[in-house]
């Protein structure tokens, strides 16, 4: 395979430069149809693989490459592997790259649209802390729907810890409160 470049990448998400829909929301990206994320796997399941090990960690010196990177091991992970537990194998390398991207100012060199991207990893996290930044950073925007998206998943955070929807895939046990809370539950796509 060729390693999949930034421009690649961006493009895919977001559509070419010269596409009139380029930077634009995409329905396609929350409603995770399957032949999305297949066509996702086909084109970044290696890619995502030598993300994960480093082999693009110098994409981190762009803008335009955080953003990449933080596509492919963030969303690009969750597409191509929903419902499993290698869907959140990226977050290793998304977290450390959206936090460097935030002390480089790196969201700034983009529309609204592209930058919510660098503040997914935090709304991912299973961190309390990381949860409070995302909420931060996200009531920027001045958009209810994404506030509360953003405090859905700080208060489950606030709650149990971590997630519990992704106990069965992880492994882990749940405990009583959160198998009555997983009955009626938001599984955020996974």
């Known amino acids: 395979m060729n390693a999949p470049t930034i421009r690649d990448v961006l493009d895919f998400w977001f559509l070419p430069l010269d596409h009139p829909d380029h930077g634009k929301p995409r329905d396609i990206w929350w409603k995770g149809p399957a032949e999305f994320d297949a066509e996702i796997r086909e084109r970044f399941a290696e890619a995502l693989d030598m993300a994960i090990v480093g082999a693009f960690d110098h994409w981190q010196k762009s803008p335009d490459g955080a953003l990449a990177l933080i596509l492919l091991c963030d969303q690009f992970s969750r597409n191509m592997h929903r419902k499993a537990s290698r869907a959140f194998s990226g977050d290793c390398k998304a977290l450390p790259t959206a936090r460097l991207a935030l002390a480089r100012n790196y969201p700034a060199a983009f529309n609204l649209t592209m930058r919510l991207f660098f503040y997914m990893p935090f ?3 299973e961190s309390l802390t990381d949860q409070e930044l995302g909420c931060s ?6 958009d209810e729907e994404m506030m509360k998206h ?5 208060d489950v955070i606030t709650r149990f810890g971590r997630f519990p929807h992704r106990n ?4 882990r046990n749940c405990t009583d409160e959160e198998l009555e809370y997983l009955k009626t539950a938001n599984r955020f796509g996974q």
């Open 168 to 171: 069965e895939v992880l492994g």
């Open 123 to 125: 709304q991912h996290s």
């Open 137 to 142: 950073l996200f009531a920027a925007f001045e």
């Open 150 to 154: 953003a405090h859905e998943h700080r």
